[in-house]
Nanobody, 122 residues
Framework: QVQLVESGGGLVQPGGSLRLSCAASGSFFAINTMGWYRQAPGKERELVATITSGGTTNYADSVKGRFTISRDNAKNTVYLQMNSLNAEDTAVYYC????????????????WGQGTQVTVSS
């Protein structure tokens, strides 16, 4: 049994900042890539940013220069620093971890958090 728990979401004014955290716990053998995804009302879930265990990052064009993803491998925790937020960033943000677990599939699988709401509004 594994668990990913997001925190840090909330209401922020345009131009403001938020820092999201996601802690992965449970029977992971190892976690390769961790990332953040988001889903706005009426839209499909989309990639926001990912980071490998080696620190290689990837960002959606819409957040480049504004968001920064980082991780603490020892704590199996990934962070998303969000700056210069605007209304288009309003969405439920989901954490994902890619890895294998004790008792889980033999192949690398994706594990998801429950999501945290980010609302950017005046």
């Amino acid at each position: 049994q594994v668990q990913l728990v997001e925190s840090g979401g909330g209401l922020v004014q345009p131009g403001g900042s938020l820092r999201l955290s996601c802690a992965a716990s449970g029977s992971f053998f190892a976690i390769n890539t961790m990332g953040w995804y988001r889903q706005a009302p009426g839209k499909e879930r989309e990639l926001v940013a990912t980071i490998t265990s080696g620190g290689t990052t990837n960002y959606a064009d819409s957040v480049k220069g504004r968001f920064t993803i980082s991780r603490d491998n020892a704590k199996n925790t990934v962070y998303l620093q969000m700056n210069s937020l605007n209304a288009e960033d309003t969405a439920v943000y989901y954490c994902k971890a890619e890895g294998r677990t004790k008792g889980g599939p033999w192949y690398v699988n994706d594990y998801w958090g429950q999501g945290t709401q980010v609302t950017v509004s005046s």
